[in-house]
């Protein structure tokens, strides 16, 4: 899967065929098993919404573009997904054509909503096809469905697809082919948006078809029924779910050492590489403490973001991020947040700007612009390889109550700071900005639970590391050239008794910023670290080790977390980590903000807030750790 | 809990929510609230009973006791 920001030019000579569907109709899922690899995803102009296309060739041999529009249960549009959905399906989306065939995504097992919007697809006057999706499903829970009546009643080709199956959408394949074969010509639109009584009217004749064309679908699934009946219990529930969350930050530490392990050997393999080289010096320094020191000290983490991905992609596709929801709506509303906050908070404890983006699943304004004010404090994957670099460094490796590591202990501590300060500044924000403004409501599907499948796994997971690999080989590596260059020149002068690095540049901005940053205990060099931590958090790591290398020497260059053990006080490390928990420290985040809010005053805002957080939180960190030691 | 009943009415008069009336009623019916349909009380949240999840139909909806207020619901079925 490529993320190629520009779509080749010819596949838009292609015809158009639009998946539109309501939420958890699997429209996704039958989007990869139409393009598998071959598809892209890019942004549509000005939006930052993920515009998802593919190509596929159908048995006729005709090729088609296929776009996967976000999730809707009516072109009514109410939040910035589903505007898209809405001009998409219209053809008023600028620079993009109307889709030549829309392919109308329904969940069999679900289908009263997907009918009520089936009905309303046909009133935009372009070819309409009901796909219906995940029958295998349908099918073993006994419902049975007539579709040839239901086309008949409904005035539409309906086709049954089975996503994850081989030859699962042969049907729905045949049909476009035999759609547009029959030369479909896009009548004119009779769509605008319908009222309560239109609404009600569509619903009605939608229930009609359900009684017409399906037998047995008002049966709960029991499975679900079972899950739900512990899962969502009022106690049980809430203590389940803060019984994942812990699994899931103590499997990152757990299951991630031994792949880490052997990253660090093949890097520290290429160093030893260099350094036996008949190269000169200066070079071998570069090559060895610069990019191989620099960007292996950052890649080490890429098992750890795996395993956090991993697990919120099944959360995911198990149907369990809905419940989540709900089980935290009450504790977020407090707080001033909406239930569905949650789910974008916690793809920021991944990253901040997907997290960001997900707040588009909120409707209202407000809800949505305090929902982007706080999520670059959830605890964000590119913390994790300066939590575990000073956790490791400076907390012992101990068991507490003989089970519970006391480094998974800190970082779950380091996590729960993170959500009680979103918890505390969504409060603040709710009580002094939107004061007396009532919440938006808080209305969810709660899908049946689904078994998820390898090859979305896969892809998903593939996506994510990719992403972050890219990151590590662009932006983050083009930092370490940075502070290589800024910790090795100027050279040391001849007969000089300092380590070079104090002879830099680097140890110039560092000094400079101390009266400002010595009250929290930071020395010049994690001052140096800090600049380029700017860019993405994570290259703080690597910096302290490019700085340090060079420091100390070639016994220093092992571990990192020997030379800070041997360097920092436990004062400055504790208030390290605090400055981390809030800092602002992503340029990526703050112009996703400025972005999505469209402007540059809540970025202002959210980078001010967090800076003087930190430093506050480490201006205390450190004083009351200093006055105990 | 466990409380089952067909919806009669929505009555979406007072605006005690954020939403206009109006509005609040189109979604409802966009999550297949309308008269007639078949609904019972699945979940309920631990503080104060919210939210809730409510089978409707052949779908299961969470919202708050809020917004569940202008579901005015029978333990009749209609005629």
Redesign the interface.
């Known amino acids: 899967m490529n993320a190629d920001a520009s779509l080749a030019a010819p596949i838009t000579a292609f015809p158009i065929v639009a998946l539109v569907g309501n939420p958890n109709c699997g429209k996704t899922a039958l989007f990869n098993a139409l393009t598998g690899s071959r598809q892209k995803v890019a942004n549509y102009p000005g939006v930052t919404v993920e515009k998802k296309v593919g190509r596929v060739t159908t048995p006729a041999g005709r090729s088609l573009q296929i776009v996967d529009l976000p999730g809707t249960y009516s072109l009514r549009a109410r939040s910035p997904d589903e505007e898209i959905t809405r001009d998409a399906v219209l053809g008023q989306l600028r620079g993009e054509a109307a889709p030549d065939l829309i392919v109308c995504v329904a969940d069999a097992s679900n289908l009263r909503l997907a009918l009520r919007l089936a009905l309303e697809l046909k009133r935009v006057g372009r070819p309409v096809v009901l796909s219906l999706n995940m029958m295998d499903i349908a099918r073993k829970r006994g419902i049975e469905i007539d579709a040839g009546r239901l086309a008949r009643e409904l005035g539409l080709p309906v086709v049954s697809s089975v996503a994850v199956r081989r030859g699962g959408t042969d049907a729905l394949l045949s049909e476009i082919d035999r759609t547009f074969a029959g030369l479909p010509m896009a009548g004119i639109s009779s769509w605008s948006a319908p009222g309560a009584g239109e609404l009600r009217n569509t619903q009605r004749e939608a229930d009609r078809l359900l009684a017409a064309a399906v037998r047995g679908s008002g049966e709960r699934d029991a499975g679900t029924a079972r899950i739900d009946s512990i899962l969502l219990h009022p106690v049980a529930g809430l203590v389940i779910l803060l019984a994942i969350l812990f699994v899931m930050f103590q499997a990152v530490f757990a299951w991630a050492e031994p792949a880490m392990n052997a990253i660090e050997a093949g890097f520290a393999w290429l160093g030893l590489l260099v350094e036996r080289a008949p190269l000169p010096e200066l070079l071998k320094s570069f090559l060895k403490d610069g990019l191989i020191g620099g960007v292996g000290s950052v890649i080490v983490f890429l098992p750890q973001i795996v395993i956090l991905f991993f697990f919120i992609l099944v959360l995911e596709d198990l149907g369990y991020m809905a419940r989540a929801a709900f089980l935290m709506d009450r504790i977020m509303g407090g707080a001033g947040l909406h239930g569905r906050a949650f789910i974008p908070l916690l793809s920021s404890f991944a990253c901040a700007i997907p997290g960001v983006m997900a707040t588009r699943v909120i409707d209202d304004r407000r809800d949505r612009l305090t929902t982007i004010l706080v999520a670059p404090l959830m605890t964000c994957s590119a913390r994790i390889p300066v939590y575990t670099l000073i956790i490791g460094a400076f907390i012992p490796d101990t068991e507490v109550w003989g089970f519970i590591g006391l480094q998974g202990l800190v970082m779950f501590g380091l996590y729960a700071i993170g959500i009680a300060s979103a918890l505390g500044v969504s409060f603040v924000i709710k009580r002094l900005i939107w004061r007396g403004v009532p919440g938006e409501p808080f209305m969810l599907e709660l899908p049946d639970y689904k078994i998820p499948r390898i090859r979305s796994l896969a892809i998903g997971l593939w996506t994510r590391a990719a992403i972050f690999l890219k990151r590590a080989g662009t932006i983050i590596l083009a930092m370490m050239v940075l502070i290589w260059v800024l910790a090795s020149f100027p050279q040391p002068p001849d007969g000089a008794t300092e380590p070079a690095i104090s002879y830099s540049l680097a140890a110039t901005i560092g000094s400079a910023m101390q009266p400002i940053t010595a009250p929290l205990g930071f020395n010049w060099q994690i001052n140096v670290a800090l600049i380029p931590g700017m860019a993405a958090r994570e290259v703080a790591v690597g910096s302290l080790g490019t700085i340090y290398s060079i420091s100390g020497g070639e016994e220093a260059a092992d571990k990192i977390g020997q030379a800070l053990a041997g360097h920092w006080s436990l004062a400055t490390a504790l208030a390290l980590l605090a400055w981390y928990v809030f800092a602002p420290q992503c340029a990526a985040t703050l112009a996703v903000i400025r972005r999505e809010t469209g402007s540059w005053k809540w970025m202002g805002v959210t980078f001010f807030y967090m800076l003087a957080l930190a430093y506050v939180a480490a201006l205390a960190t450190y004083q009351i750790a200093s006055a105990l030691s | 809990m466990g409380f089952r009943g067909w919806i009669h009415a929505l009555s979406v008069g007072s605006d005690?929510?954020?939403?206009p009336g109006?509005e609040?009623?189109?979604?409802?019916?966009?999550?297949?609230f309308?008269?007639?349909?078949?609904v019972e009380l699945?979940?309920?949240?631990?503080?104060?009973g919210?939210?809730i999840?409510v089978?409707v139909?052949?779908?299961?909806?969470?919202?708050?006791r809020?917004?569940a207020m202008s579901i005015m619901v029978n333990e009749e079925a209609p005629a």
């Open positions: 005690s929510t954020g939403l109006a609040l009623e189109r979604r409802l019916i966009e999550l297949g309308v008269e007639g349909a078949r699945l979940h309920e949240g631990l503080f104060g919210d939210p999840a089978r139909a052949q779908a299961t909806i969470a919202l708050r809020q917004e």
